[in-house]
């Protein structure tokens, strides 16, 4: 057992004594914090704070914080970090004017990964990733959910799953799998869509379950990719099988997508670009987090979901990168939320619970991660001196974070 304190502190953020679930409405304007604090660890536990020097306990490692602030390392809860090669040709069709539609009706877009990663092995696309592992961990994030969905064959949907199993044995960051086989129709059932659902549901799932690769099932639930019905037979299926469903919805179109996910009791409903009245109402009768991905709204140049509505009508908002590389290459949580400050019009606050807390509930991992809490997992970062947490997101694309520890290891940056 050996035990190590962070000190020097100027401002322990996201302390909780008793870490809520989730936050909704104004109570995610609250963001409480430690001055001139001090942050005990236990191997990869948190185990005590305060800000009285006097009554630290007796410790084994002192590290000197130098006068920056902690923060609760982020949660991503929606990325596809396991891809192969990358889709800059496409990024120049967009300036060229062409839409994310039009790119996908052309064979390009989801099509052109599948293609792409139905042609690496499965050791060539776990180093790929683990490299996007690292890269993320160096930004602060402590936990994140990996999807498959860009292999669209059964063997490629399990090799994808199996690479996200093995990377949980490779980094310390806490890893939430998702079944995505219903991604988008692959080109040879563009005729008969029925049968790539039928072996989505016959096939696809049962392995998953079988082998235990998932713990969550999800549907591009959207105009062009998969409709409500299809959304529907496809959850059902996943939860026959214990999969918990947590779906893409609503980023192209008033889909139906937040409602039959509501109704299949979703963990979260991601991308809500298109959210209106009824979706609220239907949100606010549910335990599903609505998560906003505001780096795809900016890079495809979408418009920006309603946040601000959502937020005065009680409701939680998570937040996360959505990392892929298609419609977000990059997993830089802090961009994140600069862009839900600027263009979702959230406060600092608001963001930084979205990002912790909220995005931990819709992990599943909310009495793990989220908040610096006793007997939370010691996953934080500490950042260069700065005047408030606020001064995080203000400074977009700034590198404000000094040194990152994740369950208890320093993550060499
Ligand atoms: O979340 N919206 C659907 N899927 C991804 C895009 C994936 C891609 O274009 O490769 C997303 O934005
Ligand atoms: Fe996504």
């Known amino acids: 057992m050996s035990k190590f304190l962070i000190h020097n502190i100027s401002e322990l953020i996201q302390v909780r004594n008793e870490?809520?679930?989730?936050l909704k409405g104004s109570e995610m304007a609250h963001l409480p914090g430690i001055r001139n604090a001090w942050l005990l660890i236990e191997d990869d536990k948190i185990i005590d704070f305060g800000n009285n020097e006097d009554l630290i306990p007796q410790h084994d490692e002192k590290i000197d914080a130098?006068?920056?602030?902690?923060?609760?390392?982020?949660?991503?809860?929606?990325?596809?970090?396991?891809?192969?090669?990358?889709?800059?040709?496409?990024?120049?069709?967009?300036?060229?004017?062409?839409?994310?539609?039009?790119i996908a009706k052309r064979g390009g877009g989801i099509?052109?990964?599948?293609?792409?990663?139905?042609?690496?092995?499965?050791?060539?696309?776990?180093?790929?990733?683990?490299?996007?592992?690292?890269?993320?961990?160096?930004?602060?994030?402590?936990?994140v959910e990996i999807k498959s969905g860009y292999g669209l064959t059964v063997q490629d949907e399990i090799k994808m799953l199996r690479v996200i199993k093995r990377l949980k044995n490779a980094v310390p960051l806490e890893i939430k799998s998702t079944f995505l086989g219903a991604h988008a129709i692959p080109a040879a059932f563009r005729d008969t869509r029925s049968k790539y659902i039928d072996l989505i549901v016959n096939e696809m799932i049962p392995q998953v379950a079988e082998e235990k690769l998932a713990d969550y099932v999800d549907v591009?639930?959207?105009k062009g990719f998969f409709t409500v019905e299809e959304t529907d037979r496809i959850l059902a299926a996943g939860v026959a099988q214990g999969l918990t469903p947590k779906i893409h919805a609503n980023e192209l179109d008033y889909s139906g997508g937040i409602q039959i996910g509501v109704k299949h009791g979703a963990l979260s409903v991601d991308?809500?670009?298109?959210?209106?009245?009824?979706?609220?109402?239907?949100?606010?009768?549910?335990?599903?987090?609505?998560?906003?991905?505001?780096s795809t709204a900016f890079f495809l140049r979408l418009h920006y979901p309603p946040a601000r509505e959502m937020i005065s009508a009680g409701l939680p908002v998570a937040l996360a990168t959505d990392y892929n590389p298609g419609s977000s290459p990059s997993g830089r949580m802090s961009f994140v939320l600069s862009l839900a400050c600027i263009y979702l019009r959230m406060t600092p606050e608001e963001a930084i619970n979205a990002a912790t807390i909220n995005s931990a509930y819709a992990m599943g991992l909310s009495s793990s991660h989220g908040s610096i809490s006793k007997g939370?997992?010691?996953?934080?970062?500490?950042?260069k001196p700065i005047p408030s947490a606020a001064f995080l997101p203000y400074s977009f694309g700034s590198d404000l974070i000094k040194d990152v520890f994740i369950a208890g290891k320093k993550i060499m940056c």
């Open 19 to 22: 870490a809520p679930e989730l």
């Open 66 to 102: 130098g006068g920056g602030m902690v923060f609760p390392a982020w949660c991503d809860s929606h990325t596809h970090i396991v891809y192969a090669g990358s889709r800059e040709t496409e990024f120049v069709d967009k300036i060229n004017g062409l839409s994310y539609e039009e």
């Open 111 to 143: 099509l052109n990964s599948a293609a792409r990663l139905q042609q690496t092995s499965e050791d060539d696309l776990f180093n790929q990733a683990l490299q996007r592992c690292h890269e993320i961990m160096s930004y602060g994030t402590g936990a």
């Open 220 to 222: 591009f639930c959207d």
């Open 271 to 294: 991308h809500l670009e298109f959210t209106g009245k009824d979706e609220i109402e239907t949100l606010l009768n549910s335990s599903t987090m609505p998560t906003l991905l505001p």
């Open 376 to 383: 939370k997992t010691a996953s934080f970062f500490i950042t």
